[in-house]
Every structure is written in C-alpha cells, then in structure tokens.
C-alpha cells in the first residue's frame, strides 16, 4: 500500500518549498507509483498527455547523471529523481490510445484527423516545445501529490538536457522539461517568497 | 472567509474533470482571491513567477469576449473567467521583487545580475516563450485548488489571443497560456481515459 495522501490542497501548496537536503533514506517504489498515478491525472488539450517520466534510484546510473545535472546539492542529496520529460512523437505515433473510449468510431475519426493533420502539419521542433510547456501542468500536480503524501521535492530546470537523454538512452527528438530531486526533506526550506494577488491579478 | 480546501490531493485530482455546463450562479470574489492565493505559491525558477490573471466576470466585457473565445459552450456557460497570462517583461523590469528577502544585499546583487545578464540577452519572444511555458505549472496549482475548495473548472487553449488581449487591454508582448472557465459544475463530466503509469513511466 503507498503513502495515504493526506494534506489538502490549500495545505500542500503552503508546506511545499525546495528543499535542498533529504534524510537519507530510499523512498518506496510503490510511493513513486502512487505519485505518478495522480500526477497523469492532468488535463491535456484533446487528452493528449505530453508527459513521460523516468524515474531514477539506482545509484550508478545516478552518479554518472550527476555531471549532466551541474552537480546540484540537492539533486545529489534526493534517494530519488523523476526525469520529466516531453514525447510528441509518441503522442503523434499513438493518437488511437489517447482518444477517449465514449467517442463513437465516427467521433474518434474526426479527433484522429484534426490531431494529425494540426500537429503532422508543424515541424518536430515547434510540436516539440508545445508539448513541453504543457508538460509543466503535470509538473504541478506532481509536486502537490508528493508534498501531500508526505514527500518533499526540488525541481530543477538547469540540467543539460542532451547529456541526461544520451545517459537514459531517450530519443534525441523529446526535450525535458524538469528534473525533480524527491526524498524526505532533511531541513523545513525557505519561507514562501511570492507577490501578492493583488500584484498579479486584475479582477474586472 | 472564502470557502475551505476540503479535499486532498489525491481526492482533487481524481475528481478534477473538464465541464462542460455550469451552474448560473455568482462564484464569490473572495474565493476566487483565494484560489489564486494558493495558485501563486507554485514554484518557479529563481522565483521569477511569471504568471499574471484577469479574473472576468463582468458579463459585457464576457460577452465582448466569446467571439475570440470561438463561442465554446463551456466558457460561456461559466459565471467567471480566469486568464492566465505570461509577462516576462514586467518580470525582468522588476526582479528586485521576485528575489528572496533572505538574501543578503550581495547575494541580491548577483541573483539580479545573473537573471538579468541571461533574460537580456535573448529576445522578447524567446524568454516569452520561456514564460509561457512555467505559467502551465501555476495552471495545475490552480486547477487542484479550485477542485479542492468545490468548484470545477473547463480550461482551454482554443481562444484566439491577440483578440483577447484587445479586449482586456493587456501589452502586446504578453502570452496567455490558457482561459479557465470556473464554476459550479453542472454535470459530472466525462470519466478520466489516461495512460498507464506504466506505459509513460521507467524505473531505473
């Protein structure tokens, strides 16, 4: 059984904050599950889900990552690291699996075409950054489903993503979006440091 | 007092569902500030926060709106709208505000000058992109909380932007990521199809 998730949104997203040293201890496969279980849950334009995950505990494989991830503290700290990245090329190859199973066999050609025929249309690179900025919005689930069952995380977008793609052996056409150190936070972090809604938003 | 975050992540995230009717029914300001209260406390790198909303519930300025909103059903049937916007350029005009008060006057100085001499460098569309991309991460924040504190919400990236931006007034060199139609569903909406963890997901 993993980690209940138990904190409320509103208290998950108050708690979460980088960490950046973790009690050194492994995190449960079955938790790393659970995580990812909630975290494709996201929503996606047309279902499409962007999103591919490896995740990395072995510590070889972690050590010869770490130069790719600028020898970061806390990424080096975490027993665990999710590599999320972005895959349009499956997702093109694949539009059947991501149609959703009330569409009639009419409703599933029509979706299958618009899908090919937008995306076919672009070239592997401006497909490419549309699904990695999506990808973000699982991003964001994933840190709240940890934070939740009791994980803390970093995530980092400095890395040099070649050399961790030529390292997982992942295809040169996805890109990476982030790479999130996970664990048990050794320290409780920064205080919160964000602008006012007030700053940021406008209601008419 | 706005409404409680009632539910956990897991539960939000199970039960968060693209819907397609609303109830006609105000949805208090107050809680509109807090969901953005808590979608603001989404993680950025060096903090920069680069999403911005207008919360729009007039419902003149609504009904100049849908036309650039292609007429979808579920955003008209919403009783409020939030857009999601980028401003990478109101961020590097003001990074004093996005650095950590716990920052000593040196470390300030060359958090400044390091965000500065990398966003400077590169044109108002590519760290515009950048932008676009981070705001997603605020967008799964905001969609968990709203779940969470009993409203469901219908984004979508189908709208037509730089009509948008007319009507709200918003500069020229903004994104908007996505619209978010919130409300009080009026349906269940469509059961979750989504992938596998173990079609998307490698443990290493």
Same mark, same amino acid.
């Given at each position: $059984?993993?980690?209940?998730?138990? $904190? ?8 979460? +904050?980088? *960490? ?7 995190? &449960?496969?079955?938790?790393? /599950?659970? *995580?990812? +279980?909630?975290? /494709?849950?996201?929503?996606? &334009? ?10 990395? +505990? ?21 027993? =665990? ?6 895959? $349009?090329?499956?997702?093109? =190859? ?14 599933? =050609? ?16 401006? +497909? ?26 970093? &995530?980092?977008?400095?890395?040099? &993503? ?37 700053? *940021?938003?406008?209601?008419?």
């Amino acid at each position: $059984m993993p980690a209940p998730s138990t $904190m409320t949104v509103r208290e998950a997203a108050e708690s979460c +904050r980088a *960490i950046r040293t973790f009690v050194q201890q492994e995190v &449960p496969e079955d938790d790393l /599950r659970e *995580i990812l +279980r909630q975290t /494709r849950l996201a929503p996606s &334009p047309d279902n499409f889900q962007p999103w591919r995950f490896v995740v990395v +505990r072995d510590s070889e494989l972690r050590a010869r990552m770490l130069p790719a991830e600028l020898n970061q503290h806390q990424v080096a700290s975490a027993q =665990a690291l999710i590599v999320l990245y972005a895959d $349009m090329e499956d997702v093109l =190859a694949n539009v059947d699996e991501m149609i959703h199973p009330g569409f009639d066999e009419a409703g599933r =050609a029509k979706v299958r075409a618009a899908f090919t025929r937008r995306f076919g249309a672009q070239s592997k690179k401006e +497909r490419g950054n549309y699904a990695h900025g999506l990808a973000y919005v699982a991003l964001g689930y994933l840190l709240l489903a940890a934070e939740s069952m009791g994980y803390q995380t970093s &995530p980092t977008l400095e890395f040099k &993503p070649e050399e961790i793609k030529t390292v997982l052996g992942l295809p040169a056409h996805v890109t990476i979006p982030a790479l999130v150190a996970i664990g048990k936070g050794a320290e409780p972090g920064f205080p919160h440091h964000r602008h006012s809604v007030e700053r *940021i938003a406008r209601f008419v």
